[in-house]
Every structure is written in C-alpha cells, then in structure tokens.
DNA sequence: GTTGTTGCAAACGTTTTGCAACGAC
DNA sequence: GTCGTTGCAAAACGTTTGCAACAAC
C-alpha cells in the first residue's frame, strides 16, 4: 500500500478531509527520502504553492505522525526531523562536523532491548538511538587541517 | 575529587569566578541526584535565593556541561534534563506512561558502537540512548484499569 | 579597580493556537 | 450546506542575549 493510499483511506475512515496541502506535503517526504525538517519541507513546498502556510506544515507533520504515516525524531538539534516511516526500524548515525545522517539497524539493538526490559522489568515498545562520531571525509579533512597549521 | 572542588579549579584555571550562585546550583545538582530540568532547579534555587534569576540557571547548566561536570540530554519532551556526570556512561529507560527514568549500562551498547562504527567507517564518539516503555507498575495499573471498565 | 557575573527585560527560534474565510464532502 | 481545514496573526514554549548594576578577585 502505497502511502499516499494509506493516507486518503485513514483521512476517510476518522472523517478528516483530503486536501491539496496534504497530498502535496507527503509527496515531497517521499520524494525527499529523509530527515527533512519542517522549514525545509515549508521552503520545498512554497516552491509547489506560494500560499501554503508554515502551521500546516506543523499541523500536517502532526497528523501524519498521529497516522503512523511519519516518524518525528530529534537528532541531536534543537528542532524536530521528519521522514516517512519504513518497514524497518532504524536508528541514526550523525557525524557532529558536517552534520549529515546515517541510518543503520543491527540485530545488537533488538538484543539490548531485551536484555534491558529483562532486567528492569520493563516492557520496551521502542528504543531511540542516536550514535555521534565523525564520518570518514571529515577525519580527513581534520586531517589535512592539523598538517597545515601545526604539525 | 569532589565536582565542588572540581568547578572551584576550573573556573580559576581560565579566569572565570566562583559565585554564590555557581555553588548553589552545582550542590543542588548533587543533592537531587539526576535528571532535572532548568525549570526544576530554578524552582529549587529559589527557595534557597529568591533574588535568582532563570537566566543565570540557563548560563550555569551550560557552563557545567561545557566544563563536563553535567550531561545535556532531551529524554524524549522537548526540554533539556540535565544530571551530574558521573564516571561511567550510562543510558536512559523512559516509562511513557508515569515519566519515571531508570538508567541503564549494558556491553552490548560498547559492542553497537563498534559494529556500527567499523560497517561504515565512522569514528563513534558517543551514544545517545533511550529505550521506551511502560514499567511494571503502570503496566499493573493499566491492567486492573482494563479489568474494571471493558471484559 | 578591573573584569567576569548577575538580574532584568527583551529577543530568539520552534511550535501551537484562536479565529474567520475557505473548500472537501 | 456542513463541518473539517486553511491562512494569518498572535501566543506559547524553552532558551539566549544586551546591558547596566554588581561582586569576586
């Protein structure tokens, strides 16, 4: 099922409307991929429709999330990120010097939320991980840099 | 060494003063254990000095977070908590239900890092980490709330 | 006395909201 | 036509900042 059906169906069945902000909104997170924040879908969409308004874009993103349509995650900023969601969960990988994000999975989280909930006594429904390092271009460039001016 | 006699050198060590106020917040943050907010140790604060300003809260937690003497996280709202950092890295288990935190360690977190790490070439420096859910006693709360409305 | 720090008020960036006009059904 | 949705402006929220008075050194 193709997201943009998912949304028409679930808008249907709770009485809520489909509207041209709606579809556009969803079709540039899947054309996007990923990891958008609502400014930067706001700017994408004004491209498409100059009138469109940064609180439906907050509003939208809401609904979505309320749907199940999009996962809302804080990467390490001070402000929200946006992406559809997969089937797959995944976490992020974000390099601190440039900024840009990685998504991986690895069966070791699926064996630590086990092995936490075992121990505490907690049920686990999700787990939110962000690993921060420095991605191989920027050890590089910091590389370079250190020969320059010290050595 | 105590984080007391810790801030006192520090602070003496790049020209910056030890205050009344300084002092009060860090010992605050050590008698409450973890996982305040700004708004919380303002609350606290007060009673001790009601001429302090929330302002000077803000610059202090950033002072100390930049001098490592406290760790900065978001535990999934959309406000920071802060707590004194302590030796060994640890990680956060959030009850969605009754807001509670339990930290946590565990060797597979090392063992994440180096997978992930070494599969796409990043250098990891730090992990954040929160694992979602629901904790025995909501999960029983919920439970007898179920048994007395629907079956 | 010098200079880093504070309190205060005002600003900031992100997100939410009240409301009348609008548009999907 | 009904009622959910939008655009707009204004507010809310956590947080930061400019500045003059203050206090640690």
Known sequence: MSPQSHLRDTLRGSGRRLTGQRRLLLELLQ???????????YRLAQERDPRLNLSTVYRTLGLLRDLGLVDEQRL??????????????????????????????SPLVEQLKEAVGRELDYTITAAQIDLLGACAACRAAAGRAAEETGD
């Not at 054309?31 to 879908?41: K, N, S």
């Not at 946006?82 to 999975?105: D, K, W």
Request: hydrophobic share 25%; glycine share 10%.
């Open 31 to 41: 054309q996007h991929g990923g990891h958008l924040d609502a400014r930067e879908l």
């Open 76 to 105: 390490g900023e001070d402000h929200h990120h946006y992406e559809l969601r997969t089937s797959a969960a995944h976490y992020h990988l974000v390099c601190q010097s440039c900024g840009s994000v990685v998504e991986f999975t």
